[in-house]
């Protein structure tokens, strides 16, 4: 189903610091659902109640505008307590920081509405919309589970205001000149969405050059392709691409995220999508980079699930493209591969260049790829952004996969990129997270098998998996399989000739 849009604001909010113009960007908490993990500029959704915030200079806004304009206003003050708005400097310390806390009380949400403007009228504030000059709009790409229309603005920050960020959705904020702010999403160490990269490369000319290239990015010289608001190339670290594929994948997931990795050089992981409209997405996006300079020269396949390589003698024949993959992937391909890719062998692409890692468990030949310096992984279907890993035996096993994911945090991970789902920030912190996971759904089964007797895996799925829907169930039973399999093998099950499985 369609992912509705919800109207956003966005402020860039900007000043002249010591070495000249500065942006305040802020960190959002790995745990928030969209774009966690993030630098990002204070912002956030239109409520209902700021259609009806008072303003002054919004001769000919329209409403929606001028929704946007009431949301940016009050999410700036909200996330970094600055109070755009004349009179400003008149508010008590107090007062301002009790209309924050009640802004900010998320267990109360609808206790909050109207709450800013109730602030605003108490103290004898209005927002002129002409202090927030507009800087785009941004329509988040359809392959995303949350979806937002956003406008950005501009807006300088005013005399006597601080900016400070309270710690809860968001984890920090700081002044920082653009180009610094480049040069970390160049070194991989900050993660940007498209809207964010070009807001800072456009501030990095000075705000007079750049106001013309956010309200129009197509003037911009990096000229990021773009259609009816939305971007059509999404790059959250310098060389790495991520290219959606609407696939015949597993619920919940819809989409495979085929990795364009490099710069001048560029190989296609997991071009996934048998469908000749999502190829010829990938091929049109692959033809932009090639009329920049960056051209593919290999496929590469994680490991050989349709989902992942659908897709792949397709590009191959249209581009002239080999083939790589590990040696225990090939023997399961029906298409032949032309470079076997082996444990610790290098892919020297990009900025930083690629270190192969064998992580079998999802499957034997299962591969990933980590970024030298960033630690930037390229997961495959060994950690997903949405919904869980099946581990689907004979093909998948229980015991390798728990051994891949220690493999993969002793290697000190940074940003995961999943076949499935969003980015996933937190390298370490997921690892860790799935390690227990399994462990503990391990000792629901044990549990099961204790109190249920011998039984076959379908009849322990309920009492091991409570919290799956009973429309899942299948899947559900090849992981559970999993486990009887590696408990079979330590000595702590046992399998009788009808099947049935039981505490040994």
């Not at 009228?121 to 229309?149: E, V």
């Not at 030298?372 to 869980?388: E, K």
Request: aromatic share 6%; charged share 25%.
């Amino acid at each position: 189903m369609p992912v509705a849009l919800r109207p956003a604001a966005s402020v860039l909010l900007h000043r002249e610091g010591p070495q000249g113009s500065e942006i305040f960007w802020v960190r959002r908490g790995e745990q928030l659902r969209f774009a966690g993990g993030f630098y990002a500029f204070p912002g956030g959704r239109v409520d209902a109640a700021d259609a009806s915030l008072p303003l002054e200079g919004k001769e000919g806004l329209g409403a929606e505008e001028m929704a946007c304009i009431a949301a940016a206003a009050r999410e700036l003050f909200e996330e970094t307590g600055v109070l755009v708005a004349a009179g400003a400097d008149r508010v008590p310390a107090e007062a301002r920081m009790a209309a924050r806390e009640a802004l900010l009380r998320r267990e109360a949400p609808r206790a909050k509405e109207g709450a800013f403007a109730d602030f605003l009228a108490s103290h004898g504030l209005r927002i002129d919309a002409r202090s927030f000059t507009p800087a785009g709009r941004w329509i988040t790409p359809p392959a995303m589970p949350i979806r937002f229309d956003a406008r950005f603005y501009l807006a300088p920050l005013p005399p006597g205001e601080r900016a400070d960020v309270w710690p809860g959705e968001l984890v920090d904020g700081e002044w920082i000149r653009p180009a610094e702010a480049l040069r970390r999403w160049e070194a991989g160490t900050a993660l940007l969405h498209p809207p964010a990269w070009h807001s800072l490369s456009a501030l990095a000319l000075g705000v007079t050059k750049a106001v013309p290239l956010l309200q129009d990015p197509s003037r911009a010289p990096w000229k990021l392709p773009m259609h009816d608001w939305v971007v059509e190339r999404i790059e959250f670290q310098r060389g790495v691409i991520v290219v959606p594929l609407r696939t015949p994948t597993l619920p919940p997931a819809t989409y495979t995220n085929c990795l364009l990795l490099g710069d001048e050089e560029l190989w296609v992981v997991d071009p996934g999508s048998p469908y000749p409209e999502e190829q010829a997405t990938l091929e049109s996006a692959l033809s932009l980079l090639v009329e920049e300079g960056r051209k593919p020269v290999g496929i590469l396949l994680t490991h050989h699930h349709h989902d992942h390589v659908g897709g792949a003698v397709a590009l191959a024949r249209s581009r002239r493209l080999p083939i790589a993959a590990t040696g225990q992937t090939q023997e399961q391909l029906d298409f032949r591969v032309d470079r076997i890719v082996k444990d610790g062998e290098r892919i020297e692409t990009g900025p930083r260049g690629w270190s192969c890692v064998h992580l079998p468990g999802h499957t034997r030949g299962h591969l990933c790829l980590i970024e030298s310096g960033s630690g930037a992984v390229v997961a495959g279907d060994l950690i997903a952004g949405i919904g869980t890993v099946i581990v689907d035996p004979p093909e998948g096993d229980m015991a390798d996969y728990l051994a891949s994911l220690r493999r993969l945090a002793s290697l000190k991970p940074g940003t995961i990129y999943p076949a499935h789902g969003p980015v996933v920030p937190a390298g370490p912190e997921k690892i860790s997270g799935y390690i227990t996971h399994r462990l503990e759904r391990e000792e629901r089964v044990v549990a099961a098998l204790r109190s249920t007797g011998p039984a076959t895996p379908a009849e322990l799925v309920p009492p091991s998996y409570p919290d799956v829907k009973p429309e899942m169930y299948p899947f559900a039973e090849r992981s559970l399989l999993a486990h009887l399999e590696k408990l079979v093998r330590e000595g702590r099950a046992r399998r009788d000739r009808t099947g049935r499985y039981a505490l040994a």
